[in-house]
């Protein structure tokens, strides 16, 4: 692992959240970097000095006034009926040279995206990739996602294990 990575994850491995194999990465890569060995020694210093602090009170009742002073302060206007989106209603109230252009980008989206698709139908699927896609796709950051994460999820996207346990 490169400094850079290391130092990204060192929060997550003074707190015991990596997963056991980049743990296992980070500890090899400590045991050979003072700089980075010397980053985790600050870590632990600053945490030791911000659990030591005394926490800052707040006045009673001081949830209270700033709840009500937000609630006076809104905007009328934010409460009316323009708060959902009506798409006949923004339609009518824009000039025609704006509706033309609206128009105009749908059908060129439209346009573009038939022809970059084009050939997407005709593809037979491809077998399941033969690297892991955390090296080919540089997703390091996601090889130590917990259990039922949306990152574990994504992973399994791009993998193409479709549902299939690891």
């Not at 491995?13 to 980070?26: G, I, K, N, T």
Request: charged share 25%; aromatic share 4%.
């Amino acid at each position: 692992m490169h400094c850079k990575h290391v130092q990204r994850k060192l929060d997550a491995y003074e707190s015991d959240e990596l997963a056991p194999q980049v743990r296992r990465l980070v500890d090899e890569h400590l045991r050979s970097c003072e700089r980075c060995g010397q980053a985790l020694r600050r870590l632990r210093k600053l945490k030791g000095v911000l659990e030591a602090a005394p926490g800052a009170s707040l006045p009673a009742g001081f949830a209270e006034r700033v709840v009500q002073k937000a609630r006076r302060r809104r905007p009328a206007a934010a409460v009316s009926s323009h708060s959902t989106l009506n798409p006949l209603r923004w339609w009518q109230d824009n000039p025609a040279g704006i509706r033309v252009a609206a128009a105009a980008s749908v059908a060129i989206g439209l346009a573009v995206g038939g022809l970059l698709g084009a050939n997407t139908w005709s593809k037979a699927p491809q077998e399941k990739p033969s690297a892991d896609p955390v090296s080919i796709y540089n997703l390091d950051y996601l090889g130590d996602a917990p259990s039922g994460s949306l990152a574990e999820s994504y992973l399994a996207l791009v993998s193409g294990r479709n549902g299939e346990d690891k």
